[in-house]
């Protein structure tokens, strides 16, 4: 009887030791970004023998969970990976441990504490029957021809900001001299061009499938979604000046328990099977430059990529955020005269 207690002892002991021993917390939004994040994972744990404990909710409580100690790698937003930093809360990230950070676009490197995990971007999208050349500049929003026809985001969102910082630096200004930017964005305004600045994505895409928008600014995920809704007179451009990017961070907080497995996944995030997976289930563009995305994959165009990549547009984010309201309150009362 001893004998055989002991042996049952020793069979519960003896159960895979990641199930148990290893942990690994990493954040995620819930939906599809989680779907493929889990899809992905199984590789991971059975190669590190460690288990990946999902923490599900929204870019704000990744930040709060990070702070708490509740988290190991933290994937977000880049603002909160900014937040984040400046708190003290990330880890160095090791090239030595993760090799595959010397894949990654020299502009997919933030800092020493952050990289960017997978992106979208913001294009130019037209109707094809109304904008007969296609457009290779931003500069074609305020054309007097597209009068009453030309969506953009609202004001308070960071293509739009993005978008006012580049025309600030295209005409004399800059991010820390806004004014040049806000003049071109209050003559976009008074042009009459615009149906209107718009807050809900889904308006955007239905302006576009009845015709009465032509021209205009569209993340890349509502480019698909009217694709596959059969909008064939609508394509899209990446202007030379760049497209504005939405971006995926990722971190190690310095309350990881175990780093050495924290660094491994995010080397695994960074491999090309994982960088893949992202493209092609969620249609967020590979960071890093050895993936080949399929030449049959639909949405293949849809993914910023090579050259395009190297020009995104990612004005400084703290600046932008600490300057929105201010920049909004002049707007209105530029536009209110």
């Keep these: 009887m001893s004998a055989l207690l002991l042996a049952g002892a020793l069979g519960v002991f003896a159960q895979p030791a990641f199930a148990q021993d290893c942990t690994l917390r990493v954040t995620t939004w819930g939906g599809s970004y989680q779907k493929t994040y889990e899809s992905v994972a199984k590789a991971f744990e059975e190669k590190e023998k460690c288990k990946i404990e999902w923490v599900v909710g929204a870019s704000p409580d990744h930040l709060v969970k990070s702070r708490l100690g509740q988290v190991d790698v933290a994937t977000n937003t880049l603002l909160n990976s900014i937040a984040g930093e400046k708190e003290g809360l990330w880890m160095e990230l090791d090239k030595s441990k993760i090799p595959n950070m010397a894949n990654l676009y020299s502009n997919a490197i933030y800092s020493p504490y952050t990289v960017f995990a997978n992106v979208g971007d913001y294009v130019l999208a037209y109707n094809t029957d109304k904008v007969k050349a296609a457009p290779t500049s931003w500069d074609e929003l305020w054309k007097p021809a597209y ?41 976009l305004v008074k042009s009459g061009n615009l149906i209107g600045s718009l807050d809900v994505e889904s308006q955007m895409v239905s302006l576009f499938q009845t015709e009465d928008a032509w021209l205009g600014m569209l993340a890349t995920g509502r480019m698909k979604e009217l694709l596959e809704k059969g909008a064939k007179n609508v394509k899209f451009v990446r202007p030379e000046e760049g497209t504005f990017p939405l971006i995926t961070s990722v971190n190690i907080t310095k309350a990881a328990k175990n780093p050495d497995k924290a660094q491994a996944f995010v ?71």
């Design 147 to 187: 009068k009453n026809h030309v969506v953009i985001y609202g004001f308070e969102h960071i293509p739009t900001l993005s978008l006012t910082v580049l025309q600030a630096q295209k005409n004399g200004g800059s991010i820390d001299n806004i004014q040049p930017g806000l003049d071109k964005m209050a003559a």
């Design 267 to 337: 080397n695994y995030i960074l491999s090309p099977e994982v960088q893949l997976a992202f493209a092609t289930r969620n249609l967020y563009a590979p960071t890093v430059q050895n993936v080949t995305i399929p030449a049959d994959f639909v949405y293949k165009d849809l993914l910023v990529q090579n050259e395009q990549f190297k020009r995104l547009f990612l004005p400084d984010q703290e600046k932008i955020t600490a300057n929105k309201a201010k920049w909004q309150n002049e707007l209105n009362k530029m536009t209110s005269k």
